[in-house]
C-alpha cells in the first residue's frame, strides 16, 4: 500500500493531526489508464501499393504482328541506375540515341512527359504507360513511377522487361 504521510510540527496549545493520504486508488487507476488506451490506440499501418500482375500463361500464344498500341500511342519509360529516367515515344526498332531521352524523378517533370504523350496520341483512350526498369534500377526509383503515373489519372500502363534493342541504346547513353 502506497501512503503520504506528513507530519507537522506541534507548536503551541493545539496538537495537530497526521495527514495520511493512501495511494493505493491513485495507482489502480493510473493502470487502469494505460490498460485503456492500449486497447483503444489504432496502430499506423503500413501502406501498400496494389499492384496486380497477369498470371503467366502455361500455354503461350504465337506473337501477334500487329501492334495494337501503336508508337504514338505509348510513351515508355526506362529506369535507369542513379536515379536516371529516360523516355521515348517510338518503335525500339526506331530507337537511338536521339530519340531516346532523360528527365529526372521530379514529379512534375514526369507528368508534363506523360501529358504531353498523351496530348500528342491519336487515339487517347488507349494511350499507356510502358515503365522497363533496368537491373541497375531500385524500387524507390520504380515506386516512384508509379506514383507519378497515378497523379497524373492514366489507369492505362504496364511493366516489362526492356528489350535488347532498348537496353543497347540506353547503355550507350549511360556510358
Aim: charge should be positive; aromatic fraction near 8%; hydrophobic fraction near 35%.
Amino acid at each position: 500500500m502506497a501512503e503520504i504521510i506528513a507530519q507537522e510540527k506541534q507548536g503551541g496549545k493545539q496538537k495537530k493531526k497526521l495527514i495520511r493520504v493512501d495511494m493505493t486508488p491513485m495507482v489502480d487507476l493510473g493502470f487502469l489508464l494505460i490498460t485503456f488506451f492500449m486497447f483503444t490506440t489504432n496502430f499506423t499501418k503500413p501502406n501498400v501499393m496494389d499492384l496486380r500482375l497477369p498470371a503467366k500463361d502455361p500455354r503461350p500464344s504465337p506473337p501477334i504482328n500487329d501492334n495494337v498500341i501503336k508508337d504514338k500511342n505509348q510513351v515508355t519509360f526506362i529506369i535507369g541506375k542513379d536515379n536516371r529516367v529516360f523516355y521515348h515515344q517510338s518503335n525500339e526498332k526506331d530507337l537511338t540515341k536521339n530519340n531516346l531521352k532523360e528527365t529526372d524523378f521530379n514529379g512534375v517533370n514526369i507528368s508534363k512527359v506523360i501529358a504531353e504523350a498523351y496530348n500528342n496520341a491519336p487515339k487517347k483512350d488507349i494511350f499507356t504507360v510502358i515503365v522497363k526498369p533496368t537491373d541497375d534500377a531500385n524500387y524507390k526509383n520504380f515506386v516512384d513511377m508509379l506514383d507519378n503515373i497515378a497523379i497524373s489519372k492514366k489507369e492505362r500502363y504496364g511493366i516489362t522487361d526492356i528489350k535488347p534493342r532498348e537496353k543497347k541504346v540506353y547503355e550507350e547513353l549511360t556510358k
